[in-house]
């Protein structure tokens, strides 16, 4: 029998696939005698009608939460639930999808294999930023922390430490401040390492650095980062976490960046391949004949 007894269930609105492929799963849910919960948004797409439910109320009545969409609405999701610890299943709707690992076409033999007990949980790291003015609540990220520049053709004069311990002094148009899941997404586009996910570490990688030996270093999660933004008046800074909202610091803030007290928990199935993830999104091994 199923130790999850209440599914939560939340759908990218605006993809095509979403009316189609979360009916099926509804129904799926349903011939197993599950009681099923959905956020105002998939509500009113897949049934019809209104829910009261927030995305983040979602944790508080269900054992799991089915997520059908990209990694970005994983992400969403991830931020809202985190604080209930509810584990996340994540259905691919999107197009490259590194967490979101079960096909729409997979969806109904892998959901059975999930429910009868056959599935792995993984932890993911979640880092918390909070400028050191308190300017603005603490915000947490599952991908990143970036730091740039207010005007965004403008470069950024910062320094960063660890632990209080000077790393250096940077010219750049920012730095991404990278989770082991957010390794794959802007940090690697900026030359960042990709990390494991069940690494215990954050990397820094800086955007198009004025220095070319200004190198992505990694450091234990840990680790407290401060970002040091230079106290000149044409250097205000942004900092945004996992793509999302903006919050300002001005020239001289800082920024505090350490691992949150949370982590986003992944119901993986048991075949789960994360290097398989690797190979077929980012074409490893191919040549021109496999196109």
């Known amino acids: 029998m199923s ?4 599914i939560g269930v939340v759908v990218k609105t605006d993809s095509q696939q979403a009316p189609s492929v979360g009916c099926r799963l509804l129904d799926d ?10 956020d105002r948004d998939s ?15 979602l944790g508080q009545h269900c054992d799991l939460v089915i997520v059908m969409g990209g990694d970005g609405t994983l992400l969403h999701a991830g931020r809202a639930l985190a604080a209930s610890g509810v584990p996340l299943l994540g259905v691919n709707l999107g197009r490259l999808g590194f967490m979101v690992d079960i096909a729409p076409q997979d969806i109904s033999d892998s959901l059975s294999r999930i429910l009868d007990g056959a599935y792995r949980v993984e ?9 050191a003015a308190g300017e603005h609540p603490a915000q ?9 520049h207010q005007r965004y053709v403008r470069m950024l004069d910062f320094s960063t430490y660890a632990d209080g311990t000077f790393i250096s002094q940077h010219r750049a148009d920012g730095i991404i401040v990278s989770t082991p899941t957010g390794s794959t997404a802007y940090a690697l586009s900026s030359g960042g390492p990709m990390m494991h996910p069940s690494l215990d570490a954050m990397a820094l990688v800086p955007i198009s650095p004025h220095t070319l030996s200004d190198r992505p270093l990694m450091l234990p999660a840990s680790t407290e980062l401060t970002v040091d933004i230079a106290n000149d008046p044409d250097n205000p800074a942004l900092f945004t976490c996992d793509g999302q909202k903006d919050s300002h610091l001005p020239p001289g803030g800082k920024l505090v960046i350490r691992r ?3 982590s986003m928990r992944l119901v993986h199935p048991t075949d789960y391949d994360y290097f398989g993830i690797l190979r077929s999104k980012l074409h490893w091994g191919r040549n021109r004949n496999d196109a």
């Open 140 to 148: 947490i990220a599952i991908n990143d922390v970036v730091v740039r």
């Open 123 to 131: 932890e993911r790291l979640i880092l918390e930023a909070r400028d």
């Open 29 to 38: 849910l349903r011939s197993r005698g599950l009681p099923t919960r959905l």
């Open 260 to 262: 949150s007290a949370l």
């Open 3 to 6: 130790e999850f007894k209440t």
């Open 43 to 57: 509500a009113a797409l897949l049934q019809g009608q209104t829910s009261s439910l927030s995305i983040a109320d």
